[in-house]
C-alpha cells in the first residue's frame, strides 16, 4: 500500500516554456500533498505544500506564480513550471500524506527529473 | 537551530558491521518520527516509523527513540553495501521536518 506515482519521471523542455508534472496517489487518499525539489548532491527542499480543494501553502522564497500547484482531487496534484529556465532544472518529488493528520508519516513519488535547455 | 539535525557523513562502515546513524530535533511537542533511505539520483523511501520512547526493531533495522533528549537513531546490523545510501531523518509535530541526511557507504 501507499504507493505514490509522478508522471512523467523525467522531462526536457526548451527555456521559457511551461511544464505540468503529475503527482497521483494510487491507493489511498491524500489530503495533504508536498512539492519538493532536489538539486545534485543537496538536501530536499520543500516548495509548497497543497491540501485537497484549498490554495497551496508556499516556502519562503518559493514563486507561487512560478510553481502553480493544483490539488483538484484526493488523489491528484500538479505542479506546473512556467515559463521555465535552466535555472528551474532539478529533481522534483511529491510526497502524499494518508490523512490530515501532521503525525502520519509521507510517501514519496519517484520523482521527475526536469531539464531545460 | 535547525529543526532536524543529522550529521552530514560521509559515514563508512565496512560489510557487517553496524551502521548507527543519529538525529536530534528541537521541537519538544514532536510526536512522530521516520527514518527514509534515498539512493542517489532516486526519491526517498519510507523504511522506519517510532512513535513512542524506546527500540522498534525491523529486520536488521532498529530504531531508537529517546524524547527526554530529544535524540533518535537507526542501527543498521550485519550491514551490506546495497545499504549504501543517504538516510533522512524526519520529525514530525505541528509541522513536519527533514534532516539534511548521513551519506553511509558500507565497504565490502
Known amino acids: 500500500g501507499a504507493v505514490v506515482s509522478q508522471h512523467p519521471s523525467w522531462v526536457i523542455c526548451k527555456s521559457g516554456t511551461s511544464v505540468k508534472i503529475e503527482c497521483r496517489s494510487l491507493d489511498f487518499q491524500a489530503t495533504t500533498m508536498f512539492w519538493y525539489r532536489q538539486f545534485p548532491k543537496q538536501s530536499l527542499m520543500l516548495m509548497a505544500t497543497?491540501?485537497?480543494?484549498?490554495?497551496?501553502?508556499?516556502e519562503q522564497g518559493v514563486e507561487k506564480d512560478k510553481f502553480l500547484i493544483n490539488h483538484a482531487s484526493l488523489t491528484l496534484s500538479t505542479l506546473t513550471v512556467t515559463s521555465a529556465h535552466p535555472e528551474d532544472s532539478s529533481f522534483y518529488i511529491c510526497s502524499a500524506r494518508d490523512g490530515g493528520l501532521a503525525m502520519l508519516e509521507q510517501y514519496f513519488g519517484p520523482g521527475t527529473r526536469l531539464t531545460v535547455t | 537551530q535547525k529543526e532536524v539535525e543529522q550529521n552530514s557523513g560521509p559515514l563508512s562502515v565496512p560489510e557487517g558491521a553496524i551502521a548507527s546513524l543519529n538525529c536530534t530535533y528541537s521541537d519538544r511537542v514532536s510526536q512522530s518520527f521516520f527514518w527514509y533511505r534515498q539512493y542517489s539520483g532516486k526519491s526517498p523511501e519510507l523504511i522506519m516509523s517510532i512513535y513512542s520512547n524506546g527500540d522498534k526493531e525491523d529486520g536488521r533495522f532498529t530504531a531508537q527513540l529517546n524524547k527526554a533528549s530529544q535524540y533518535v537513531s537507526l542501527l543498521i546490523r550485519d550491514s551490506q553495501p546495497s545499504d549504501s545510501a543517504t538516510y533522512l531523518c524526519?520529525?514530525?509535530?505541528?509541522?513536519?521536518?527533514f534532516g539534511t541526511g548521513t551519506s553511509l557507504t558500507v565497504i565490502p
Open positions: 524526519a520529525v514530525s509535530g505541528n509541522q513536519f521536518y
Open positions: 497543497s491540501n485537497e480543494g484549498s490554495k497551496a501553502t508556499y
